[in-house]
Nanobody, 126 residues
């Protein structure tokens, strides 16, 4: 069993920054690919970023490239999402997730991930 606990959401003005954190409990966190997804009102859950088990490889959706950075600290069992130059269209509930089937394959589809955090609202005002 894996439990993911998120923190760091909130309200920020356009152009500002937030840092999301997701702490994992229960299994060997460092063995798995981790990802971040978001869901805006009335929309499906969308891929944001993913990172391999060692942290050496990352992949982002086009809309956040150059603005968001995913990273991980395996000693702390935590994955992070640094969100810079935030835009109102980034407003959504953000979720972290773990893909226990892989240490290296970076998946963009939500069905590849089998445990999810509780989700935290990020609101960007204009």
């Amino acid at each position: 069993q894996v439990q993911l606990v998120e923190s760091g959401g909130g309200l920020v003005q356009a152009g500002g920054s937030l840092r999301r954190a997701c702490a994992a409990y229960g299994r060997t966190f460092s063995n798995y690919v981790m990802g971040w997804f978001c869901q805006a009102p009335g929309k499906e859950r969308e891929f944001v970023a993913t990172i391999n088990s060692s942290g050496a490889r990352t992949y982002y959706t086009d809309s956040v490239k150059g603005r968001f950075t995913i990273s991980r600290d395996n000693a702390k069992n935590t994955v992070y999402l640094q969100m810079n130059s935030l835009k109102p269209e980034d407003t959504a509930v953000y979720y972290c997730a773990v893909d226990r089937s892989s240490a290296q394959t970076l998946a963009k589809m939500s069905y590849s991930y089998d445990y999810w955090g509780q989700g935290t609202q990020v609101t960007v005002s204009s």
